[in-house]
Every structure is written in structure tokens, then in C-alpha cells.
């Protein structure tokens, strides 16, 4: 096949892997110099709203695996560029390295990974290379390889809790020296918006995931030796803190998001965690951290629950029809009370949320941080009639700073529920492992 450009018009790579993506003729205003101007409709694309001008989009292609498909861009951000064209980032300028391997795990269709070879990406104006050090495979990425959440469209390289070495920096980036430790946010965001001008990134216009690809947009994640990712979304982390720890940071932000916006704080005298998952594990660390002097963790698992012990429940339920009940009860705090005043929700199926709705007191806050099931029932009059509010959580905003310092101060210590530490080479057979849920598996981390 020949790389290259031709005039008005793409090449794709000649590959099974890659998405069949068809682009409308472009107009004349669109189209200068034999390259391509995606269309505006559809793409999620809204940098005409902000002043910056519909750019030209030079698209490279190569016919290895779709890691190999680049692009250069002018006038507006990586992101919104690999939305706009349909094709996968991230973007590269052309180099005298260009196209040297590197392993990954590669999803390339539902249900089938494969640790194999991609070319390796480099950055763009604004954009670090991370030579990965450690990625967990989280909960999401375990239920979405199968096709079943319609968050990770193949083909992706998944993975978004990671944690590695600055190798590379593009154009612009002079305040983060390559060999710089870092850890990443998995939110990719503008920095342009509405929202993130108001520190809500997770809620930004352009927002997007590592390692999730959703129909808008595919970016590739960190199972693999290297990924590219904006500079804002790379927080350097101190020597004393190792890789594995720091991978686990992305989970304990969307913890304390989470108790964030439960407002917890000094006059809150009892929380409920639903699901003691990693995420509800974290939730559990998050509420010691700040003070909550009675937790309680509710789960099937007894081996997770005893990790929640560990690291900071005061109280375990076995998940059931009258957990929620149960929990109330050990909730109340006075003869006012009916139940916990704060109940963090972290699996997000119709049983955890009623359990949690159940569990909280009258008045008082349930946060919805889990997400398996896309619609639930909810108990409709039990909200209602005793005023709870119902506050879902996304992500984490702003968070890392706080989690960085917590972990690195040892007031909170995730590495105890990391099940197994592997190499990146063996993450097809603990995605299966993890997918089968092997009873005493709560957390890998892969290696690469």
C-alpha cells in the first residue's frame, strides 16, 4: 500500500482491525492544499463556538495495526482532531522513529484480546509520550471488553490507571522535562470550556476517556509500552512514591470525588459504602482520610470485605435483601436518624442502589459513583418521601494533588487490595481471570 495523501481525499489503512468510517466529498471552503477537512456534523467539534477557525487536517496512514493511523493538525487540540477525523489517536508528527513497535494489548473485536505489536505513538504540539510503568485493569475495562457497556468499541488499546516516565514532549511543553515520573488522569479534557474554566474537567464539552472508545471518539489507553497524552492530565509524583501506587491514584480520585460532593466533613458521624469493589475499597480509604469516625462496607465478597477492615470500615455487611436495612440500623446516630447520613454507591446495578437508598438516613446524601447498568429501577417514594438527595458522580475533578499528597503523607495506602502485580505480556489471561471473578481477585496491575 502506498502512504500518503492524495487530493480531497483519505487513505485508510487496509486492515480488518480499523472502523469503516465514510467522509462526505469535502466543500471547496473545506479542502486547501490536497489535504482534508472532516465535516463539522456529528463529530462533537465545536472549536468554531470558540473563536478558532475550521483548520485543515493532514491525514497519514500506514497499513500496519490502527495504532499505525496518524495525523497531523493545525489550529485546534489532539482530541478534537481524532474526533472530528474518526480515527485514532494520537496524533504524531513524522519523525526518523517513526513507526518503531511497541507491545500492546490490543482489543480487536468484543470479547477478544491480543498481546501483540502497534507502532509506537509520538507526541504532537502540547502532548507528552509516558514510557508506561504500571496500569491496573479496572472494573470498567472488565466488564467493557465484552461489548456489553458500549464504552469500548474495537479496535482499543484500553487502560486508563497509570503511572510512568516522561520520554518524550512535543512542541510547547517546556514545563515538564522528559525522565519526569508522572501519573494520569484518565479525563482528557479542553481546558477551554465553560466547565473546565470552572474546574468541572469531568464534565468538559470535549471530554474523553483513555483507553474507551464510545462512538464519538476512540483514544487509546496505557496497555501498552508507551502512550500520548496532553501535558494537563500529566501530575509529576515524588521519588518516594512507586509506580504501582501511583497507578492507583486514578481510582482513589474518583473516591474522593465522590465524598466530595457528599459534603462529607466533621458533623458527618456515620457513611455507608455499597460495593467494596476497588472503587468502593477507595471509597472506603477516602472516608477515613477524612475523619468519618463509622464506616460501613457492604458486599458479596467476605474476602473483600476483610480488605475494607483493613482499610478503614469499622463495620461489614453481607450484601442481601435487608443489607440496606441492616445498614440503617448500624447508621443511626440519634434518636432524629434513621440511618447513615452519607451513603457512597460504587457497583450501579437496581439491588446495590435500593440497598444504598435504604441504608441513608432521612435528609441525608446517596452518591452514585457505580455504573455497570446503563437504566435501573429505583425505589421512587422512598426518595421522595423522606427527601434524599441523589447526587450521581463522574470521574474526579481536580482531584489528583489531594490523592498524590494523601498517599505520599501514608494516610492512605491502596496497594493492600492489589491482588497480583504482572507482567503487561500476561493481561489477556488475568482479563479472563478478572472477567470470571476468581474468587481473592480485587485489583491487577499490569507491567509493560
Same mark, same amino acid.
Given at each position: 500500500?502506498?502512504?500518503?495523501?492524495?487530493?480531497?481525499?483519505?487513505?485508510?489503512?487496509?486492515?480488518?482491525?480499523?472502523?469503516?468510517?465514510?467522509?462526505?466529498?469535502?466543500?471547496?471552503?473545506?479542502?486547501?492544499?490536497?489535504?482534508?477537512?472532516?465535516?463539522?456534523?456529528?463529530?462533537?467539534? /465545536?472549536?468554531?463556538?470558540?473563536?478558532?477557525?475550521?483548520?485543515?487536517?493532514?491525514?497519514?496512514?500506514?497499513?500496519?495495526?490502527?495504532?499505525?493511523?496518524?495525523?497531523?493538525?493545525?489550529?485546534?487540540?489532539?482530541?478534537?482532531?481524532?474526533?472530528?477525523?474518526?480515527?485514532?489517536?494520537?496524533?504524531? /508528527?513524522r519523525t526518523p522513529e517513526h513507526g518503531r /513497535?511497541?507491545?500492546?494489548?490490543?482489543?480487536?473485536?468484543?470479547?477478544?484480546?491480543?498481546?501483540?505489536?502497534?507502532?509506537?505513538?509520538?507526541?504532537?504540539?502540547?502532548?507528552?509520550?509516558?514510557?508506561?510503568?504500571?496500569?491496573?485493569?479496572?472494573?470498567?475495562?472488565?466488564?467493557?471488553?465484552?461489548?456489553?457497556?458500549?464504552?469500548?468499541?474495537?479496535?482499543?488499546?484500553?487502560?486508563?490507571?497509570?503511572?510512568?516516565?516522561?520520554?518524550?514532549?512535543?512542541?510547547?511543553?517546556?514545563?515538564?522535562?522528559?525522565?519526569?515520573?508522572?501519573?494520569?488522569?484518565?479525563?482528557?479534557?479542553?481546558?477551554?470550556?465553560?466547565?473546565?474554566?470552572?474546574?468541572?474537567?469531568?464534565?468538559?464539552?470535549?471530554?474523553?476517556?483513555?483507553? !474507551?472508545?464510545?462512538g464519538p471518539y476512540r483514544r487509546h489507553g496505557?496497555?501498552?509500552?508507551?502512550?500520548?497524552?496532553?501535558?494537563?492530565?500529566?501530575?509529576?509524583?515524588?521519588?518516594?512514591?512507586?509506580?504501582?501506587?501511583?497507578?492507583?491514584?486514578?481510582?482513589?480520585?474518583?473516591?474522593?470525588?465522590? !465524598?466530595?460532593?457528599?459534603?462529607?466533613?466533621?458533623?458527618?458521624?456515620?457513611?455507608?459504602?455499597?460495593?467494596?469493589?476497588?472503587?468502593?475499597?477507595?471509597?472506603?480509604?477516602?472516608?477515613?482520610?477524612?475523619?468519618?469516625?463509622?464506616?460501613?462496607?457492604?458486599?458479596?465478597?467476605?474476602?473483600?470485605?476483610?480488605?475494607?477492615?483493613?482499610?478503614?470500615?469499622?463495620?461489614?455487611?453481607?450484601?442481601?435483601?435487608?443489607?440496606?436495612?441492616?445498614?440503617?440500623?448500624?447508621?443511626?446516630?440519634?434518636? /432524629?436518624?434513621?440511618?447513615?447520613?452519607?451513603?457512597?454507591?460504587?457497583?450501579?446495578?437496581?439491588?446495590?442502589?435500593?440497598?444504598?437508598?435504604?441504608?441513608?438516613?432521612?435528609?441525608?446524601?446517596?452518591?452514585?459513583?457505580?455504573?455497570?447498568?446503563?437504566?435501573?429501577?429505583?425505589?421512587?417514594?422512598?426518595?421522595?418521601?423522606?427527601?434524599?438527595?441523589?447526587?450521581?458522580?463522574?470521574?474526579?475533578?481536580?482531584?489528583?494533588?489531594?490523592?498524590?499528597?494523601?498517599?505520599?503523607?501514608?494516610?492512605?495506602?491502596?496497594?493492600?487490595? !492489589?491482588?497480583?502485580?504482572?507482567?503487561?505480556?500476561?493481561?489477556?489471561?488475568?482479563?479472563?481471570?478478572?472477567?470470571?471473578?476468581?474468587?481473592?481477585?480485587?485489583?491487577?496491575?499490569?507491567?509493560?
Amino acid at each position: 500500500m502506498n502512504n500518503g495523501i492524495q487530493e480531497n481525499r483519505v487513505l485508510r489503512p487496509e486492515t480488518t482491525l480499523f472502523p469503516a468510517t465514510t467522509f462526505p466529498p469535502p466543500t471547496p471552503e473545506r479542502a486547501t492544499g490536497g489535504r482534508f477537512c472532516p465535516p463539522r456534523s456529528g463529530t462533537g467539534l /465545536d472549536s468554531t463556538e470558540r473563536g478558532i477557525p475550521y483548520q485543515s487536517v493532514e491525514i497519514v496512514c500506514s497499513d500496519r495495526l490502527p495504532l499505525g493511523a496518524r495525523y497531523k493538525r493545525s489550529g485546534f487540540s489532539t482530541e478534537t482532531a481524532a474526533a472530528a477525523c474518526g480515527i485514532l489517536a494520537p496524533v504524531c /508528527d513524522r519523525t526518523p522513529e517513526h513507526g518503531r /513497535d511497541m507491545k500492546a494489548i490490543l482489543l480487536s473485536s468484543p470479547g477478544e484480546l491480543a498481546f501483540t505489536d502497534v507502532d509506537t505513538p509520538f507526541p504532537g504540539p502540547g502532548e507528552v509520550r509516558v514510557r508506561v510503568a504500571a496500569c491496573g485493569i479496572c472494573g470498567s475495562d472488565v466488564h467493557g471488553f465484552t461489548g456489553s457497556t458500549g464504552r469500548r468499541i474495537p479496535p482499543l488499546v484500553m487502560g486508563h490507571e497509570a503511572a510512568g516516565t516522561v520520554d518524550a514532549v512535543g512542541a510547547g511543553v517546556d514545563d515538564l522535562a522528559v525522565g519526569t515520573r508522572v501519573a494520569l488522569d484518565s479525563t482528557v479534557f479542553c481546558g477551554l470550556c465553560t466547565h473546565c474554566a470552572a474546574g468541572q474537567e469531568n464534565l468538559c464539552t470535549d471530554r474523553q476517556v483513555l483507553g !474507551v472508545s464510545c462512538g464519538p471518539y476512540r483514544r487509546h489507553g496505557c496497555f501498552a509500552e508507551h502512550v500520548v497524552v496532553p501535558r494537563r492530565v500529566a501530575y509529576p509524583i515524588p521519588e518516594s512514591l512507586d509506580f504501582i501506587s501511583a497507578a492507583l491514584l486514578e481510582p482513589l480520585t474518583i473516591a474522593l470525588h465522590a !465524598v466530595h460532593l457528599a459534603k462529607v466533613g466533621p458533623a458527618t458521624r456515620s457513611a455507608v459504602v455499597v460495593g467494596a469493589g476497588p472503587i468502593g475499597l477507595a471509597c472506603v480509604a477516602s472516608l477515613k482520610a477524612y475523619g468519618v469516625p463509622r464506616i460501613a462496607a457492604i458486599d458479596l465478597d467476605e474476602g473483600r470485605l476483610a480488605q475494607a477492615r483493613k482499610l478503614g470500615a469499622t463495620e461489614t455487611i453481607s450484601a442481601g435483601d435487608d443489607a440496606g436495612v441492616k445498614a440503617a440500623r448500624w447508621g443511626t446516630s440519634t434518636t /432524629d436518624t434513621d440511618g447513615a447520613d452519607v451513603v457512597l454507591e460504587a457497583v450501579g446495578a437496581t439491588a446495590p442502589v435500593r440497598t444504598a437508598i435504604e441504608a441513608c438516613t432521612r435528609g441525608g446524601t446517596v452518591v452514585l459513583v457505580g455504573n455497570v447498568s446503563p437504566l435501573i429501577e429505583l425505589p421512587l417514594q422512598l426518595v421522595v418521601t423522606r427527601q434524599l438527595r441523589l447526587q450521581g458522580s463522574c470521574s474526579s475533578a481536580g482531584s489528583y494533588p489531594e490523592a498524590i499528597r494523601l498517599v505520599a503523607e501514608g494516610r492512605v495506602d491502596l496497594s493492600c487490595f !492489589v491482588s497480583r502485580v504482572a507482567p503487561l505480556s500476561e493481561g489477556v489471561e488475568w482479563f479472563h481471570r478478572l472477567h470470571e471473578r476468581e474468587p481473592g481477585l480485587v485489583k491487577v496491575v499490569l507491567t509493560p
